[in-house]
């Protein structure tokens, strides 16, 4: 399929934005490993590049690799490109992620537009089998229900569908048509890639006598979100047992949107204008109701009423909230 950049402005997407600065912001405790700085950036830029503008100013990648499959705009991706410091790739990241040097730390950001493909295997496989100590991985892709398809042929249900993408080997045993709804479609992907992840460090650790070098992976991203299509981003650091202190000493768990299990962190934009994004922030941090979303000490006769759903749902992200000048970009 054509790439999405012809058709969606990343910049405008709130949740999008809001992901992306929770993920600035543990990125940056990865300078327990090494100087965050150092670390080489792998993503997709597209013509907007807004990864590589945030990953850039906020934390100082100097070294950032930009693939983009669809050669024929080679020229618009150039033109674009914000710094001297990226090196674009113009191929299938199947292609372009074995010639990029992944021995060193990297971080890693597989932004997918489309839903599970096993192509995508690839390129886990290609990362965990050789990346650095302390190296990030982050994967998105398109979580939206496949439609049951009737035709002449019979009815091909959503689990054939999947099989047809992805093969049915790479489907976990037992896995049935409701871990493919809406509700549930995030959590069986999840299963899916840490089960590929897993078996690529496998067999990394196979080769690896001592104990002191074998590979471990934590998992602390599970996003789930909209804007537009539902949306599902996973992801972790990787590294030796002898860096296992360093991993600990880096305190994920101290962010709010760690989530190193099955159920997800959801990012849920607010119904809400500007002005009532300003009144509920001079209420934060201390005084609003985590359980009720009611705002503490509000004369009746100047509480606006906001609906406690909305008001609790930008509470939990506040922080990561597009400014207005980011909204207009």
Known sequence: MPGSYRMINYSLRPAKSVERKMLTEAMNRLSVFERIEDYRYIGFGSTFFTDFLLFHKSLGFKHMDSIEKDAFAKGRFSFNKPYSCIESYYEHSNDALPKIDLSQKNVLWLDYDDKLLTEMFADINTFFSSCGSGSMFIMSLNAEPDEVIVSEQGEKSRLMQLEDRIGSVKVPAGTKESDLSRKNLNQTYLKIINNEIQEAISKRNGGIEDVSQKLSYNQLFNFKYADGA??????????????????????????????????????????????????????????????TGKLKGVKPADDPDLPPSDVLKYTSIYRYFPNYTEAIL
């Open 230 to 291: 539902d949306m599902f981003t996973t992801g972790g650091v990787i590294y030796q047992q002898s860096d296992q202190d360093k991993f600990q000493k880096a305190r994920f768990e101290d962010l709010a949107y760690i989530k190193t299990g099955i159920d997800p962190f959801k990012i849920e934009i607010p119904n809400l204008t500007l002005k009532e994004i300003k009144y509920i922030e001079s209420y934060l941090p201390q005084n609003i109701n985590l359980t």
